[in-house]
């Protein structure tokens, strides 16, 4: 991940793009971390519902059924 990092703040010509505590981790709670996803939206003000913010794979306008296929 540094690497990629590194090479993309290299191509766009800035110091820094991400936030130096952005790491991943292997999540233990699937259900838990997709609701915290899922109401992110509500809690910024953004939507009144998990289902109503666009961008949100809870809006059933994205098929994430594929996924680690």
């Known amino acids: 991940m540094n690497v990629f990092k590194s090479g993309m703040t290299f ?3 800035i110091p820094q793009l991400w936030q130096s505590r952005y790491h991943i981790r292997s ?3 699937m259900p ?3 609701r915290y996803i899922h109401t992110n939206p509500i ?3 953004l939507s009144d519902s998990v289902t109503e913010y666009l961008w949100s794979s809870a809006s059933g306008k994205w098929d ?3 996924w680690g296929d």
Do not use: R
């Open 64 to 66: 994430i059924t594929e």
């Open 27 to 29: 999540v233990k709670n």
């Open 43 to 45: 809690k910024a003000g």
């Open 11 to 13: 191509n766009l010509g």
């Open 32 to 34: 838990e971390a997709l």
